[in-house]
């Protein structure tokens, strides 16, 4: 575990710029120095208590609110003294350069990036995951994602974890203990049930990876990419989708010649769409670097809505569901500048480059003009950017691509560390699971396996993991936090 610093740290804990409200936010092991120099006399513990923050010379810097919080009843551990006063970034530096000279004597220093968070983490007042639901909570983009981020920072995910490792344990304690009678080995499996515990273990990781997913949408939402022929509406569904007028849309082929990222949610999952220039080819140079970098950005999608042009009867969908290699070379740059067939082909050739590993939703644009209805298939929808129709047909094939079930009352915010363990858990139990199969397996593999699909799902929590990793955690938190 890294080494708890003890220096009494110092720093402003509210963001840059003005407000009405700032805060100094200082913790350590005893501050009475840093509170006689900067408040003038003790404070009664956990009260505000108005006064003048004096400066050296004993005028006022400020006057606002003290409170100080002993330790252990603190956010950190330690003893914690919060200085609010009005929001200035001038009255904050002051008041900030005060505390760090009267607080020169004992060590006071300006805090790192989430230390305040990381001794909380080592002084035992969050656990690792709640550490990191402080940062979510923070940087939640949509309302159900600060909820779910409020849901782990309560300690919502903790206590599921804590569950499966406290089912795991038992099945270990027992394990353990027939290991000392190699004799009793094979009636240990069928005695002790442990082929229905672990059953139940399993079925129980995978209900909480299943919501573990969920929360991970929140947090990370989805890269969703635009790609196309020019002119097939690409700009406008971003409109639509954005309700805004966020890309310039008109008749001339070529108009969007970079991309275009917009932010917004579905159903309170953040989602980035990304416009990017028509895909053809050009001599125009500019034009054509607007190009190369579409095709960087479907590289680093999570979903392609790959638009095309709705046309009366199945017609067009049927000529672009498997693209012959031909119009994939005519696209390359034989391709004629004008008529359906032109068009078709180059369809043809864009999808022929798409990548396979990727999602890829098709998005038939303009059913106003080809008299059609919305609707939607597992991989395709058809929908009208202008008007509006099947713009939610579309919002809902997301959702799905995505794998989203919804928000209940139980979903907690999750990052890709954490899925990465749950799965790594889960492999471990399939593993024990396989050798619980086998009526002359001894059950030494068996506990390993448990032993390490335990310490997996530990390092969620912090309570198993590698030093440095907890260092990149909390570096990535603001300071003051």
Not at 17 to 40: E, K, N, Q, T, Y
Not at 104 to 118: D, H, K, L, S
Not at 387 to 401: C, K, N, P, V, W
Not at 420 to 428: C, D, F, K, N
């Amino acid at each position: 575990m890294i080494p708890l610093d003890t220096d009494p740290i110092a720093a402003i804990a509210t963001a840059p710029g003005r407000g009405g409200i700032g805060v100094v936010r200082v913790s350590g092991r005893d501050l009475s120095a840093v509170i006689d120099a900067v408040c003038g006399r003790p404070l009664a513990p956990r009260t505000a208590t108005l006064l003048p923050f004096r400066a050296a010379d004993g005028g006022a810097i400020d006057t606002g609110l003290a409170l100080h919080f002993p330790a252990p009843h603190s956010y950190t551990g330690e003893d914690v003294l919060e200085l609010q006063g009005h929001g200035g970034p001038v009255v904050m530096q002051l008041l900030l350069e005060r505390v760090l000279e009267a607080g020169r004597a004992i060590g006071v220093r300006v805090a790192e990036p989430g230390e305040f968070t990381r001794r909380a983490f080592l002084n035992d007042k969050l656990d690792l995951a709640q550490a990191e639901a402080v940062a979510d909570l923070i940087d939640a983009s949509t309302a159900q994602a600060a909820r779910g981020a409020s849901r782990s920072l309560s300690g919502a995910f903790s206590k599921a974890v804590h569950a499966v490792v406290d089912a795991l344990i038992e099945l270990r304690m027992l394990l353990e203990a027939t290991l000392d009678f190699p004799e009793e080995e094979i009636d240990f499996l069928e005695r002790s049930d442990a082929r229905g515990r672990l059953d139940a273990i399993r079925a129980a990781l995978d209900a909480l990876l299943a919501d573990a997913r969920q929360g991970a949408l929140l947090r990370e939402g989805l890269h969703v990419v635009l790609a196309g022929a020019p002119n097939v509406g690409k700009s406008s569904l971003l409109n639509a989708l954005a309700g805004a007028e966020v890309a310039i849309v008109t008749p001339v082929a070529g108009t969007t010649r970079d991309r275009i990222a917009q932010a917004i949610q579905v159903d309170g999952v953040p989602l980035v769409v990304v416009d990017t220039a028509g895909l053809r080819e050009t001599g125009d140079e500019v034009e054509r670097i607007g190009i190369e970098r579409t095709w960087q950005e479907v590289a680093r999608a999570d979903v392609i809505l790959h638009l095309g042009v709705a046309e009366a009867g199945e017609g067009a969908s049927a000529r672009v569901a498997d693209p012959a290699a031909d119009a994939a070379a005519r696209f390359r740059g034989n391709v004629p500048p004008d008529g359906e067939g032109a068009r078709a082909d180059l369809d043809a050739g864009i999808a022929a480059r798409l990548p396979r590993d990727k999602p890829i939703l098709r998005v038939w644009n303009k059913i106003d003009l080809a008299g059609l209805a919305p609707r939607a298939t597992d991989d395709a929808v058809w929908l009208s950017a202008k008007d509006g129709r099947g713009i939610e047909l579309l919002r809902a094939a997301l959702l799905r691509l995505a794998g989203w079930h919804g928000a209940g009352e139980g979903t907690f915010i999750a990052r890709e560390r954490h899925l990465e363990a749950l799965r790594a858990a889960r492999g471990h139990l399939a593993a024990a699971h396989a050798h619980a199969q086998r009526r002359d397996e001894v059950l030494d593999l068996f506990a390993e396996e448990l032993r390490l699909a335990q310490e997996r799902l530990s390092s969620i929590t912090g309570e198993f993991g590698a030093d440095d990793l907890l260092g990149v955690i909390f570096s990535m938190f603001c300071i003051g936090k």
